[in-house]
């Protein structure tokens, strides 16, 4: 079987055939399967995370499709963001943003947009190849005037439902990007990690009381300078300690840091603190009064000494701290991430991380540094670049997420989620920690904020005019720009309303979440275009992608919708973006180590196409781990399942197509009585409605799994125990009940298998399938099942002779006994099978032996009378012969249907009346007849036990 081979021409035939657009087409009027795609950057390789994600989602589609639904399906690429603008950096050799403002930003832009679809093509045509059925040829783009005016529209509604503000804060901040990121950017898997930093133990000498100092603990010795007070817990118990001739202020608990002996002088509660004035150790001209001991709520004595720097420039909880205390805030470093220069800390002019080094040297060349230990702790970094975080101030305008924290949860318990426990695990331990979303990016390459405010500093004239679409835009400045990208859109101004003054845009541009997140609107240019087919369509009834989009696009798409549902806009009320999700895990080496490029520790995806096929790496995909587990990929776990699966499917098509007569008709019934027949009829709806019970509720693993086994049922059993009836039927009538059926089982299996491996159950579809029938599997409806032909009864019964046969089977090869040799019985302990005559010859057939016997009293389940008596080795004999025969005809090369006349000469006289005894028998298995005439075309010795037979045979010409 050469898949691939098979694969490409099939890829040709949809092609040719226009299957896709068919099987949309056929379901017109009939309900929506609505599918939002998540926009993948086409600015690098596709790699198998896509390949997975991919999968899942043909399947699902796939699925619907047959189930009777019609499914659109729009392909989109993400095009913003720092990830092309980061690679536009690299290949001009560009640092920082100065360098980007000195060559021009519409240069800038202009490089970018040139790149972002450099890998289109080879997406496309992997995802092609994987079998994805998409509208490739209508993809968008969220480069797009139309959908960056969607993306406006959205932004323009979450300002009316009052969810946007700007906001002076201390944020997450890249210092190499120049921008600032949103929390969930910096719970990106892999953006925390481990490292190895300093940390510091320092001495503020306490003001007018010499050699008394507050102990104060930092791993960022940068913002030191910045510090404008030390915060102490009211209730937490702090002691003076006297140590050699200096006394230190700490908190009791902790006193272990001072690593050397020290006596307690007195205790007290850190309310006593307050007010408490100390030296800085980098005076600063301060605005207002700091340098004081303040109470904060979030001072703990788990690590460092009680008592807590405060740098309002440089944290979260210190900016707030500074604000409810009226404390000063110096900014110490500028936004590449730089010591300030000109105010005397050391360091100047150098990145933070390189600072802290003189910092700590020269403190402690002035004695205020206690001591210096290193930590391993977790450190957020740039998920685009690498640079390591800084908390840093900034202006930033916000999605106050936190306003709608209860329909995020209520909107969330209406989706459902494959993995279940993601719902209130990660997802929903997410939004109960949802925190305002800081969407402005100080960058170029992005759909640009629509807000203009008044430059009127003079009048203190606050407007600010958010626009939600070209025409506001046009009304309200007269311009009708053709590209909305910076920097065209930063010229267009017009006139404040209420001052006279002039209105200006904010500078920034859109997180690209923001983007991806509006997808649903942007796609379909949304409200401004097909309003109809969008309401229609929304909520999505399924999206798919990788767990990490948790943080990512699920919980953009959820927020956003949330936002815009608060209210009715068209698009109902209270809604989320979708109703079900599949999040995939990751796809790891079989070391358990992420796949490397650099390691080479996986095969490529385009070497396991052309090895084994694509639908044997979906089949992996789908079947081999639960979905939303990590995968462990090998080309052997691929293998297994190209032997145990894909392989068994098409050997079991290919016998049915060996044995069948050419003038063979489907029946309109099945009216078989074989207890197979029946057997397999009833695995098969049981099948059918399995799979669709799990397909129903987007279980895939569960969906894909009943598959192998169901094809290890059909070949190992079902065909193997019917072949004499193909091969060497005792009438037309038995033939053609194992044909009919067999042919009802595949052809219902072919469809029941195209949504996982949509290629190999289109070839066999396309050939069992007789005129009349749909031209494509795929454009098949979904089997229906027939509940009454189940009879699980007779499964159990079944199953449990499979067992049987697999035991006895293994105790003859435990003993060395081959299967041609015949037996003659078998004990049975389990009394199941008693009087199932059908069954138990389906038994003593497969194990090779007389009789079965019950024996309740037995030890084990199955036990085989071993002894072999003279007529048993003397049917073993000539079974073996038989074998040997068949192989001659083989060797001659003649096919199945060609008659042979045999002549047997042996000097073993002994040999010969055993022979002579058992003609009729030989003659029948082998299809032949005692030599008459003609020329012996072949002729073999054969061994027999002790002796040995020469056999020749030769082929009989029909009569004409
Ligand atoms: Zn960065
Ligand atoms: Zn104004």
């Known amino acids: 079987m050469n898949l691939p081979e098979i694969e490409q021409k099939i890829l040709k035939f949809w092609e040719k055939k226009k299957i896709f657009e068919k099987s949309i087409r056929q379901r017109k009027g009939r309900p929506f399967f609505s599918f939002y795609d998540g926009p993948p950057f086409a600015s690098g390789e596709p790699h198998y995370g896509h390949i997975l994600a991919t999968t899942i989602k043909d399947t699902v589609l796939r699925y619907w499709t047959m189930r009777g639904y019609q499914v659109p399906r729009r392909v989109g690429w993400d095009c913003h963001g720092l990830p092309v603008e980061n690679l536009i950096e690299k290949e001009l050799g560009i640092k920082t943003k100065r360098d980007i403002e000195k060559m021009g930003i519409e240069k800038f832009n202009k490089a970018c947009r040139s790149s972002v679809f450099r890998y289109v093509n080879v997406f496309q045509s992997v995802l092609e190849r994987v079998g994805r059925w998409a509208d490739y040829k209508n993809a968008y783009a969220t480069m797009d005037k139309d959908y960056t005016e969607s993306v406006w529209w959205v932004f323009k509604k979450l300002h009316e439902a009052g969810l946007i503000y700007q906001d002076f804060r201390v944020t997450p901040y890249c210092p190499r990007c120049g921008t600032p990121l949103s929390n969930f950017e910096v719970n990106q898997p892999g953006a925390y990690r481990d490292i190895e930093d300093q940390s510091v133990y320092l001495k503020f000498p306490i003001k007018g009381e010499a050699d008394n100092f507050f102990l104060v603990w930092t ?321 999505a009834d399924f999206i798919a992608e990788g767990v990490d989009q948790t943080r990512g696009w699920f919980y953009t798409l959820h927020v956003l919708a949330t936002a815009l549902t608060l209210r009715d806009v068209g698009l109902g009320i209270n809604s989320s973006a979708f109703r079900n999700v599949v999040a995939n895990g990751l796809i790891l080496a079989e070391d358990g180590k992420k796949l490397s490029k650099r390691l080479r520790n996986f095969t490529p995806p385009e070497v396991i196409f052309e090895k084994y096929g694509a639908d044997t790496l979906r089949y992996f995909l789908l079947a081999s781990t639960q979905i939303g587990e990590d995968y462990y990929v090998s080309d052997r776990r691929i293998e297994d399942i190209w032997r145990r699966t894909i392989s068994t499917l098409w050997h079991t098509y290919l016998f049915f197509q060996t044995y069948i007569d050419k003038n063979f008709k489907p029946a309109r019934n099945l009216k078989s009585k074989n207890i197979l027949d029946r057997w397999i009829v009833s695995r098969l709806n049981h099948l059918i409605l399995e799979i669709t019970d799990a397909m129903d509720n987007y279980q895939l693993t569960d969906g894909a799994r009943p598959l192998d086994s169901f094809i290890d049922d059909l070949s190992n059993w079902y065909v193997r125990r019917s072949r004499r009836r193909f091969q060497k039927p005792e009438s037309e009538k038995e033939k053609n009940e194992a044909a009919q059926t067999l042919y009802y089982v595949l052809l219902a299996l072919a469809k029941l298998a195209a949504p996982f491996i949509p290629f190999v159950s289109e070839e066999i579809y396309l050939s069992l399938k007789k005129s009349k029938m749909a031209e494509s599997v795929h454009l098949c409806d979904w089997p229906e099942p027939d509940k009454k032909a189940v009879n699980k009864n007779l499964e159990e019964k079944m199953a449990q002779a499979r067992t049987i046969a697999a035991q006895a089977l293994a105790e003859r090869a435990g003993s060395g006994i081959k299967v041609r040799q015949p037996l003659s019985s078998v004990s049975l302990k389990n009394p199941l099978l008693k009087g199932q005559k059908e069954l138990l010859d389906l038994i003593k057939d497969e194990i090779n032996v007389k009789e079965i016997i019950f024996d309740e009293t037995l030890k084990q389940e199955v036990k085989l009378d071993k002894k072999i008596t003279k007529d048993l080795k003397e049917e073993g004999m000539m079974r073996e012969l038989v074998r040997q025969i068949q192989d001659m005809r083989r060797q001659a090369g003649l096919t199945r249907k060609d008659r042979i006349q045999i002549k047997f000469t042996t000097k073993d006289k002994k040999l010969g009346s055993i022979i002579a005894k058992w003609e009729p028998f030989i003659f029948r298995e082998t299809l032949a007849q005692k030599f008459q005439e003609g020329k012996i075309s072949l002729e073999n010795d054969i061994p027999l036990e002790e002796s040995k037979i020469k056999v020749g045979i030769n082929k009989i010409h029909p009569v004409k």
């Not at 909880?317 to 805030?329: I, K, S, V």
């Not at 300030?340 to 933070?352: A, D, H, M, R, Y």
């Not at 990660?426 to 402005?440: M, P, T, Y």
């Open 219 to 539: 791993t960022t010795p940068w913002t030191l300078p910045a510090n404008t007070a030390l915060a102490v817990g009211e209730e937490i118990s702090y002691v003076k300690v006297k140590v050699g001739n200096e006394k230190f202020i700490l908190a009791k608990t902790l006193l272990a840091v001072l690593g050397q002996e020290y006596e307690i002088e007195n205790e007290f509660q850190g309310g006593a603190l307050i007010g408490r004035e100390y030296e800085p150790l980098y005076p600063m001209k301060l605005d207002k009064l700091g340098y004081k001991v303040v109470a904060a709520d979030f001072v703990s004595v788990e690590d460092g000494t009680g008592i807590v720097h405060i740098a309002p420039s440089f944290g979260e909880e210190d900016m707030e701290l500074g604000r409810a205390e009226n404390l000063p805030q110096i900014v110490t470093v500028d936004q590449e991430g730089k010591v300030k220069t000109g105010l005397g800390i050391p360091g100047e002019g150098k990145f933070v991380k390189i600072a802290d080094e003189e910092i700590k040297a020269d403190l402690k060349k002035r004695k205020l540094l206690y001591k210096e230990e290193k930590i391993v702790h977790s450190y957020p970094f740039c998920w685009r670049c690498d640079t390591p975080l800084l908390y840093y101030p900034l202006n930033t305008w916000y999605v106050a997420v936190t306003k709608l924290k209860n329909e995020l949860v209520v909107n969330n318990k209406k989706i459902h989620w494959v993995p279940e426990h993601l719902k209130d695990g990660r997802f929903g331990k997410w939004l109960e920690g949802a925190r305002d979303w800081a969407v402005s990016r100080n960058r170029y390459w992005g759909a640009p904020i629509p807000i203009w405010q008044c430059q009127n500093k003079d009048k203190k004239c606050d407007e600010i005019k958010v626009v939600g679409s070209l025409a506001e835009l046009y009304k309200l400045s007269g311009k009708k720009p053709a590209d909305l990208h910076r920097p065209y859109i930063d010229k267009i101004t017009f006139k404040c309303e209420k001052c006279g003054g002039e209105m200006k845009r904010t500078p920034e541009v859109f997180d690209c979440w923001f983007e991806s997140g509006s997808m649903p609107y942007g796609q379909w240019h949304y409200p401004f275009e097909n309003k109809k087919l969008v309401e229609e369509t929304f909520p």
